[in-house]
């Protein structure tokens, strides 16, 4: 599984950070983006954060994250 923050489409309603800090921040403009690999796209996530990306992409109001499954 890899992830990243459509931050076009980011509000900055801290859901995704709230839910899953480990893979999601957010910049100093509130705008979020996945920690593990700088919002590339490049490195999978850790098995165990699985649930957790998949709930802060259902409590994304704006579908801004992304979440690319195996
Ligand atoms: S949940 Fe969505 S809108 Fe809210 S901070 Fe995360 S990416 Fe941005």
Redesign the pocket.
């Known amino acids: 599984m890899k992830t990243k ?1 459509i931050r076009e ?9 709230a839910i899953c800090p480990d893979v ?1 921040d ?1 910049d100093e403009d ?3 983006y996945c920690i593990v690999d700088n919002n590339e796209m490049k490195d999978e996530i850790l098995e165990k954060y699985y649930s957790l990306v998949l709930e ?1 992409q259902e ?4 579908e ?2 992304y979440v690319e499954e195996d």
């Open positions: 923050i489409d980011c509000i900055a309603c801290g859901n995704c950070n999601y957010y509130g705008i979020a802060a409590n994304c109001p704006t801004a994250v």
